[in-house]
């Protein structure tokens, strides 16, 4: 009971305050460094007719016709794609749903259609009807499950490193600034391959601009948790020195390439800004250096538009201002379900006012657009959370290819690493995602979710180790699903996860490949960077 306690004390509390999700869960420690008697299943034991018990089909299924028709459609979309593509991409989108496995893609598909009061299973994503698709292998050089920092540098740099670190070779070991600070151990990024060939760039996120994804933009540092200089003290473990080890912030604001960046949007005020300032949403600075980053920022950039809300943001005027910094939370964004209208604008609309911007560039642009807070539902347990982050993630790519000419843009969607949600048992169609599979118990004669998560807070256990009814608790809107392995918050996970194409060069995004090999194709199609390009 007492442990009970303690986790409604903790949701509260998060709901409170989590939901607008200013926590980190991506604890350093976990990142880098019970037995019952129960029964037994055999085959003897298994209704083989049972699966097949009860089950809707959609009418017009039954007939082999669809199907046929289906198909149909499916080989004329591929012979109709261009045998031998000579287009060359003048702009480059990139897409990030952090943690987006396979599984909560599908989950997030199956609830789309659900919403709209249909089956679910037959609907699609917004990528999911991309022309290519392809898997990619996430693995980082130390780690079989990579975290969000090691995979930014593999799909931004085109270099697999070590968990933790950003944009440096696996020569840096753990906590080594001085290793992260030498430019022998330094790997660029695409955005920075894009300002070399004169493209506009620019980072969008619904977590901080200094989080790990969109820092693989950018930065080179041992550790993704050095955000600002007191973070360098608060994780350095005694080994590092702020007036050494140049925080992520810091870069951002004053190195290549993100000193040059066009447009910057996302959460993370605290990280810029000294503790003696309380920024726009109430809370004090959290550097220590007394630095205004956001002041240096408008001095480089005088003509520069900084947004702290929505309303500053789609009154930007992309034809006279043409650098752009938007921060819309002291911590990370809101979840999409639980944030202001008024105040927080959605991913959607900062994907649009991005391209607003990069596209005066006559050259083109790279810009990397992040949905992360996919990521930030699947750890806490609550896929309502983090499948509604998938469809506004959907909405802003649709957002994109509605803005772009296909013949000279090329989008990429991706994830980084997967998270161990499960789509369990034989629930038929139609069966509420969200809820409890209709059509299978266990041995006890209990329903269970069909969504459910290896590693997690909850098993919902009865003092005898058996499994509760979950009828009504399931109906709660912020219930945590179930897990099989009792864990202080959800992990991730080592499976491949999918990328989805469209564009100029977008056959090249088929198949199976390293993580790694996404900005090198990108590149090619963009004849950026030093790698074979398909201007050679």
Not at 516 to 525: D, E, G, N, R
């Amino acid at each position: 009971m007492a442990r009970l306690y303690v986790i409604l004390v903790l949701l509260v509390a998060l709901v409170a305050t989590t939901w607008s999700a200013s926590f980190d869960f991506h604890s350093q420690e976990q990142l880098v460094g019970r037995s019952t008697t129960g029964k037994t299943r055999d085959l003897s034991d298994i209704d083989p007719n049972a699966m097949a018990k009860n089950k809707y089909t959609p009418p017009e299924e039954k007939n082999a016709q669809f199907w046929y028709d289906l198909a149909h459609a499916e080989i004329e979309k591929r012979v109709n794609l261009l045998q031998a593509d000579k287009r060359k991409a003048k702009n480059v989108i990139m897409f990030l749903g952090d943690g987006m496995s396979l599984s909560t893609v599908a989950a997030a598909r199956i609830l789309k259609g659900q919403l709209k009061g249909n089956t679910g299973e037959e609907d699609s994503l917004s990528f999911e009807q991309f022309p290519h698709t392809g898997l990619s292998r996430t693995y980082c050089s130390n780690a079989q499950v990579p975290d969000s920092a090691c995979t930014a540098t593999a799909y931004l740099c085109g270099v697999k490193t070590n968990i933790v670190a950003l944009g440096v070779t696996a020569e840096v070991n753990f906590n080594n600034c001085s290793a992260s600070e030498d430019p022998a151990n330094h790997v660029s990024s695409i955005a920075a391959w894009a300002q070399a060939a004169g493209k506009s760039t620019g980072i969008v996120t619904t977590t901080t601009l200094t989080h790990a994804s969109p820092s693989g933009a950018y930065a080179h540092t041992t550790n993704r948790f050095f955000e600002c200089d007191t973070d360098i003290v608060k994780y350095g473990e005694g080994q590092n020195d702020p007036a050494t080890c140049t925080d992520i912030a810091t870069q951002l604001i004053t190195q290549e390439p993100g000193k040059n960046f066009d447009v910057m949007l996302g959460g993370g005020m605290g990280k810029f800004l000294p503790k003696s300032i309380v920024d726009k949403f109430g809370k004090a600075g959290e550097r220590s250096d007394g630095v205004n980053l956001l002041s240096k920022w408008q001095s480089l950039h005088p003509d520069g538009a900084l947004a702290y809300n929505r309303k500053q943001l789609l009154s930007v005027d992309a034809t006279r201002q043409k650098k752009l910094i938007g921060l819309f939370n002291s911590g990370v964004m809101d979840f999409h379900k639980l944030a202001d209208p008024v105040q927080k604008p959605t991913l959607e609309e900062m994907t649009q006012k991005a391209i607003e911007v990069l596209s005066t560039n006559d050259d083109g642009y790279f810009v990397f657009i992040e949905g992360g807070l996919v990521d930030y539902g699947n750890h806490f347990n609550v896929p309502q959370l983090g499948l509604d982050e998938v469809h506004e993630l959907s909405k802003a790519v649709q957002k994109a290819v509605d803005m772009t000419d296909p013949e000279e843009t090329l989008i990429v969607v991706t994830s980084d690493h997967g998270h161990p949600l499960s789509i369990s048992g034989y629930p038929g169609r139609g069966t509420d995602i969200l809820g409890l599979n209709q059509h299978d118990t266990d041995v006890n004669g209990i329903k269970y979710a069909t969504l459910n998560y290896a590693v997690g807070m909850q098993q919902y256990l009865d003092e005898n180790g058996q499994r509760v009814d979950l009828t009504e608790k399931i109906k709660d809107p912020f219930f945590q699903y179930p897990s099989y392995i009792d864990g202080n918050i959800g992990v991730h996970s080592g499976d491949d996860v999918g990328i989805f194409a469209t564009g100029p060069q977008s056959h090249l995004f088929s198949g199976m490949m390293q993580q790694s090999t996404i900005p090198h194709l990108m590149a090619y199609a963009a004849c950026i960077g030093d790698g074979p390009t398909l201007c050679d």
